[in-house]
């Protein structure tokens, strides 16, 4: 666990450098090539990820498109949650789009380090916070804002990903076509 990883984990929760250090072990790194995939749909995932390095996407096939839902990047936690929680087939595939480097925890070894301390379920509860804020701001925003207005903030909130991904990965993620996305592009 680097010194990133720690420090995202100690804003969390107060953990001590021993509690840190004790579960060290539970917690994997795993490379993935670029177009390598995390999650594949159709299989279960027992796994979740932090993105230490690199970029992945997650998306979900339908019969004309793929529909792309998330950008992982560092510092980003990855996991297909209908799997990984509802101990179900995923529904989306996770793949990345460059060379990244994920630490790694199974869902077993996770939920002992619920049982075993306090400190993790905040960990836990506090990260699911999160995701179901921006889940909401998204589903908000895909109903209420115009294409323009979608493609600003995501430059806005994620420069990164604009200079690294193609195009029509971002247009899938707003919910607007490609044609439309170099459209909105091009407006100041």
């Not at 984990?9 to 090539?33: C, G, M, W, Y």
Request: hydrophobic letters at 45%.
């Amino acid at each position: 666990m680097n010194d990133f990883f720690l420090g995202f984990l100690k804003s969390l929760a107060p953990f001590s450098e021993i509690e840190l250090n004790d579960v060290k072990a539970f917690f994997k790194i795993i490379i993935l090539q670029k177009n390598d995939f995390f999650v594949k749909a159709g299989h279960f995932s027992d796994r979740i990820a932090f993105v230490q390095s690199g970029l992945l996407r997650s998306y979900f096939t339908t019969k004309e498109k793929e529909v792309t839902t998330f950008f992982a990047l560092h510092g980003s936690v990855c996991l297909d949650a209908h799997s990984f929680f509802g101990l179900k087939q995923s529904q989306e595939s996770i793949q990345a789009l460059m060379k990244s480097e994920l630490l790694v925890i199974y869902r077993k070894d996770l939920y002992s380090l619920y049982n075993e301390n306090w400190k993790w379920q905040q960990v836990g509860r506090l990260l699911v916070e999160k995701y179901f804020v921006v889940s909401e701001e998204r589903t908000i925003a895909l109903q209420s804002k115009t294409a323009h207005e979608l493609y600003e903030q995501f430059a806005a909130e994620f420069p990164d990903v604009v200079q690294m991904v193609p195009q029509h990965y971002i247009a899938s993620y707003l919910g607007i076509t490609p044609e439309t996305l170099s459209r909105v592009r091009h407006i100041k």
